[in-house]
């Protein structure tokens, strides 16, 4: 097997440069190989690199294209994933903005009201006002944790 292994990588390596591989017996009748011409009958072997057929290179070309156009589709995908990942933060962030802006306004005014039926303004009670502060602060806490 190591020899074999041997072999595959000299054949690599000696392909590029159109050298010569040798095939020897030693003593003990066991086939070796080398770069070196041995003494007594030696094969010779000069591997030749196969040009690839205009088909395969047509085909390669082919699968070159279909594997750049799957990354752009790919990367396209990303992109819009991005893209929605950044605009649900920055609709989060200006959710947070407001949910604290109204729970400042809620909790540092002097008297909440809200409109009636006619329009008219309705001072809200304790009760009313510590009611609508949580429901402040609960919209702070949603939009800003």
């Known amino acids: 097997m190591k020899r074999l292994i041997a072999l595959l990588v000299v054949l690599f390596a000696s392909a590029p440069l159109q050298a010569a591989i040798y ?13 070196e011409p041995c003494s ?19 085909d390669r070309t082919d699968k070159t294209q279909r594997l750049l156009r799957a990354y752009d589709v790919e990367n396209a995908a990303q992109q819009r994933e991005e893209e929605e990942v950044l605009a649900a933060r920055k609709e989060a962030e200006e959710n947070c903005t407001r949910a604290r802006d109204r729970l400042r306004g809620v909790t540092h005014a002097r008297a909440l009201y809200r409109l009636d039926d006619e329009g008219n303004r309705v001072v809200l009670s304790f009760e009313e006002r510590a009611a609508s502060e949580e429901k402040a602060r609960t919209q702070v806490e949603h939009w800003c944790n």
């Open 23 to 35: 095939k020897c017996a030693d003593a003990q009748g066991e086939t070796e190989y080398s770069d």
């Open 40 to 58: 007594g009958n030696a094969s010779v072997f000069v591997p030749r690199a196969a040009p690839a057929p205009a088909e395969d290179a047509a």
